[in-house]
């Protein structure tokens, strides 16, 4: 079972990995934004840039949070999608790598 998992992950080279990026941002600074008008271009900057599969904003632990699901080739593609969430929000960030049912599936054999 574990070299099914194994060798379906280093064979699997036309996937792309999935990345929910989690990013909170703080109330002062988004405040801030939101009261200037500058929230709505700087998102939409940031979506430009990062080019996600999917966006949903929330609220978690009190403060303006974004998730985002972004497909990854390689590990040094995450300070990219990083980077414009620290710059442009002040945000923290979390990085989680996800799966879809499909992929869960492929995994089992």
Same mark, same amino acid.
């Given at each position: 079972?574990? +070299?099914?998992? #194994?060798?379906?992950? $280093?064979?699997?080279? !036309?996937? /792309?990995? *999935?990345?929910? #990026? *989690?990013?909170?941002? @703080?109330?002062?600074? &988004?405040? +801030?934004? #939101?009261?200037?008008?500058?929230?709505? !271009?700087?998102?939409?900057?940031?979506?430009? +840039?990062? /080019? @996600? +599969?999917?966006?949903?904003?929330?609220?978690?632990?009190? *403060?303006? $949070?974004?998730?985002? =699901?972004?497909?990854?080739?390689?590990?040094?593609?995450?300070?990219?999608?990083? !980077? @414009?969430?620290?710059?442009?929000?002040? &945000?923290?960030? !979390? =990085? =989680?790598?996800?799966? $879809? @049912?499909?992929?869960? &599936? *492929? &995994?089992?054999?």
């Amino acid at each position: 079972m574990i +070299e099914h998992v #194994f060798s379906t992950m $280093t064979a699997n080279n !036309e996937n /792309k990995m *999935k990345f929910l #990026f *989690k990013a909170n941002w @703080p109330n002062e600074n &988004a405040n +801030e934004q #939101f009261t200037a008008g500058k929230v709505g !271009e700087i998102i939409q900057g940031i979506l430009e +840039e990062i /080019k @996600p +599969e999917v966006v949903y904003l929330g609220i978690e632990g009190g *403060k303006r $949070t974004a998730f985002r =699901i972004v497909n990854i080739d390689e590990a040094s593609q995450m300070p990219g999608v990083a !980077e @414009p969430l620290f710059l442009g929000l002040n &945000a923290h960030v !979390e =990085i =989680i790598p996800v799966m $879809t @049912p499909e992929d869960l &599936a *492929k &995994a089992m054999g």
